[in-house]
């Protein structure tokens, strides 16, 4: 009974995934986040969906998507059908569609369909996913 009392809780491991196809943005946001979340175990970035999808076993604390992944690989999926996927193996995922769409319905199903938060990529936006990061982290 008292051995519960006294075990240490293990610290959750904080991991950031970047889904991202535009690697200078990807890597800006990564440095971004270094600087500002020192104690991060992990930032791993992806250039399209399938790759993250690979990793989820390594349960992130927040992904980062943008939604056109198509730069560097034509056939790649959207982000939307990706957040589509992540959230039917894992339904808590944090989840911040960081991305230009304007497009008012993949912006609608990601807040109301999929529980995700939408950014969208402007010069306030590395500051708007710190402020949501903390959220997750806290």
Same mark, same amino acid.
């Given at each position: 009974m008292f051995s519960k009392i006294f075990e240490k809780e293990e610290p959750r491991v904080k991991t950031i995934f970047i889904v991202e196809d535009n690697e200078v943005y990807a890597k800006s946001l990564e440095g &971004?986040?270094?600087?500002? &979340?020192? /104690?991060?175990?992990s930032i791993k970035i992806f250039p399209f969906g399938e790759a993250c999808l690979m990793e989820l076993y390594q349960n992130p604390t927040v992904i980062i998507m943008d939604h056109l992944l198509n730069s560097q690989n034509s056939e790649a999926a959207t982000g939307l059908s990706i957040i589509k996927k992540i959230k039917t193996a894992s339904p808590d995922s944090n989840i911040i569609l960081l991305s230009n769409q304007n497009e008012f319905d993949v912006i609608s199903k990601t807040i109301s369909k999929?529980?995700?938060?939408?950014? $969208?990529? /402007?010069? $306030?936006s590395f500051n708007k996913v710190e402020q949501l990061v903390k959220k997750f982290f806290a």
């Open positions: &971004f986040l270094t600087t500002r &979340f020192p /104690d991060i175990h999929y529980g995700c938060t939408y950014l $969208q990529k /402007d010069e $306030q």
